[in-house]
């Protein structure tokens, strides 16, 4: 069955996805294995660029390709005057490691770009329909995937997104029940993909380390480009503390950077909090705002000291906000809640909790399996 789907092309900017890859924060790496998974939603490597002179060129002949629709044969020519300039001696022939860095990283971009604009329309288009493309190059697992068609928020999208491995050609269109009746198609049995979603374990030849896979997916593809951007402070906190001391000294300033650009946002609902207060008309909305990550220094003391970490971000509550403003500390100390958990003066860890103090008040922050919560905080 032939079916129609949005083309990005070279005449019309793909803003998501452009807007997707230039908020990339750049890390070094040694090794394909140095980072995997999840954190590519938000970083940008490439394996054996441990200089980030390199990266930084690399990134943006990447940003040229996506942005300005570039070929392979143009990014060819920059990626050869890159090596050339820097003398870099990397693992791999040309062509397979050129292809590698500029498809992956433009695949991921436009995955990402797709996946926040159909959540974004998802009220008027709820489902997702995964779709091969239809050839004898077409992996049997993926086959076995064409045409499953689910709600947009089914947790088969957050492991089964395309791309789903290296040079995966998959991809997902949105319907609605309109376009499903006129297609002939049916959703699929939530029962039926349970299959699909079950991990087994392999072993690293090369570490001998045991990983989780999923039938069908390359190691450290098994997340969704997209959602992973969308509710990446989750994603990047767990990844964060599963890098080495030196990965996370680079990775948490740039991670910090990124949540700071939203710190005017985060002040704005403060301010909307102490104004609903004042007027005696509190909404319930349950929001979650990310503060930020914890200083890779502390992140290591955290683990010498065995403490049950599993992220590095910290976040706060609108109901935690609301119990601050009416308790001790003033409108313009919780302001300043982001720059206190990025660069506290001093720090304590105590029972599952950690104290940060900050010009003149302390912080309490509980440690979760998610992401980890500030619970008090009171003047000193």
Same mark, same amino acid.
């Given at each position: 069955?032939?079916?129609?789907?949005? *083309?990005?092309?070279?005449?019309?900017?793909?803003?998501?996805?452009?807007?997707?890859?230039?908020?990339?924060?750049?890390?070094?790496?040694?090794?394909?294995?140095?980072?995997?998974?999840?954190?590519?939603?938000?970083?940008?490597? /490439?394996?054996?660029?441990?200089?980030?002179?390199?990266?930084?060129?690399?990134?943006?002949?990447?940003?040229?390709?996506?942005? $300005?629709?570039?070929?392979?044969? $143009?990014?060819?020519?920059?990626?050869?005057?890159?090596?050339?300039?820097?003398?870099?001696?990397?693992?791999?022939?040309?062509?397979?490691?050129?292809?590698?860095?500029?498809?992956?990283?433009?695949?991921?971009?436009?995955?990402?770009?797709?996946?926040?604009?159909?959540?974004?329309?998802?009220?008027?288009?709820?489902?997702?329909?995964?779709?091969?493309?239809?050839?004898?190059?077409?992996?049997? $697992?993926?086959?076995?995937?064409?045409?499953?068609?689910?709600?947009?928020?089914?947790?088969?999208?957050?492991?089964?997104?395309?791309?789903?491995?290296?040079?995966?050609?998959?991809?997902?269109?949105?319907?609605?029940?309109?376009?499903?009746?006129?297609?002939?198609?049916?959703?699929?049995?939530?029962?039926? /993909?349970?299959?699909?979603?079950?991990?087994?374990?392999? /072993?690293?030849?090369?570490?001998?380390?045991?990983? $989780?896979?999923?039938?069908?997916?390359?190691?450290?593809?098994?997340?969704?480009?997209?959602?992973?951007?969308?509710?990446?402070?989750?994603?990047?906190?767990?990844?964060?503390?599963?890098?080495?001391?030196?990965?996370?000294?680079?990775?948490?300033?740039?991670?910090?950077?990124?949540?700071?650009?939203?710190?005017?946002?985060?002040?704005?609902?403060?301010?909307?909090?102490?104004?609903?207060?004042?007027?005696?008309?509190?909404?319930?909305?349950?929001?979650?705002?990310?503060?930020?990550?914890?200083?890779?220094?502390?992140?290591?003391?955290?683990?010498?000291?065995?403490?049950?970490?599993?992220?590095?971000?910290?976040?706060?509550?609108?109901?935690?906000?609301?119990?601050?403003?009416?308790? *001790?500390?003033?409108?313009?100390?919780?302001?300043?809640?982001?720059?206190?958990?990025?660069?506290?003066?001093?720090?304590?860890?105590?029972?599952?909790?950690?104290?940060?103090?900050? *010009?003149?008040?302390?912080?309490?922050?509980?440690?979760?399996?998610?992401?980890?919560?500030?619970?008090?905080?009171?003047?000193?």
């Amino acid at each position: 069955m032939a079916l129609s789907a949005p *083309q990005y092309g070279d005449l019309v900017k793909f803003k998501e996805a452009i807007s997707h890859f230039q908020d990339k924060i750049k890390l070094t790496s040694e090794s394909y294995r140095d980072l995997q998974g999840l954190i590519h939603a938000k970083a940008f490597t /490439v394996a054996g660029a441990t200089e980030i002179e390199i990266l930084n060129e690399l990134y943006t002949a990447v940003d040229k390709a996506i942005s $300005d629709g570039e070929t392979i044969s $143009d990014f060819r020519k920059r990626f050869d005057k890159i090596v050339d300039d820097h003398g870099w001696s990397y693992k791999g022939k040309r062509g397979w490691r050129t292809q590698v860095i500029y498809q992956n990283n433009k695949n991921t971009a436009r995955a990402a770009g797709r996946w926040e604009q159909q959540n974004r329309l998802k009220e008027r288009r709820p489902y997702l329909l995964y779709l091969t493309a239809g050839d004898s190059r077409v992996r049997p $697992d993926h086959n076995k995937w064409n045409y499953i068609l689910l709600p947009v928020d089914h947790p088969f999208w957050d492991t089964h997104y395309p791309p789903n491995g290296y040079n995966c050609r998959c991809k997902v269109v949105s319907l609605n029940k309109r376009d499903i009746a006129r297609m002939g198609l049916s959703i699929t049995k939530p029962e039926s /993909v349970n299959k699909f979603m079950q991990s087994f374990k392999v /072993v690293d030849a090369s570490t001998g380390e045991q990983l $989780d896979k999923l039938p069908g997916i390359d190691l450290g593809w098994d997340y969704n480009p997209g959602k992973a951007w969308l509710g990446a402070d989750i994603a990047a906190g767990k990844s964060v503390v599963k890098l080495s001391k030196e990965l996370q000294q680079l990775a948490v300033p740039q991670f910090n950077e990124a949540v700071l650009k939203s710190q005017q946002y985060y002040k704005k609902q403060v301010n909307l909090k102490a104004a609903q207060i004042a007027l005696i008309k509190p909404v319930v909305d349950g929001q979650e705002f990310t503060l930020g990550h914890l200083p890779a220094f502390f992140l290591n003391e955290l683990s010498r000291k065995n403490a049950p970490i599993y992220s590095s971000v910290v976040t706060i509550s609108s109901s935690q906000i609301e119990k601050l403003l009416a308790g *001790q500390l003033t409108i313009e100390q919780i302001h300043q809640l982001m720059n206190a958990i990025q660069k506290p003066n001093a720090y304590t860890y105590i029972d599952n909790k950690i104290r940060m103090t900050y *010009q003149g008040f302390m912080i309490t922050i509980e440690l979760g399996p998610n992401f980890n919560t500030v619970v008090a905080a009171e003047k000193i």
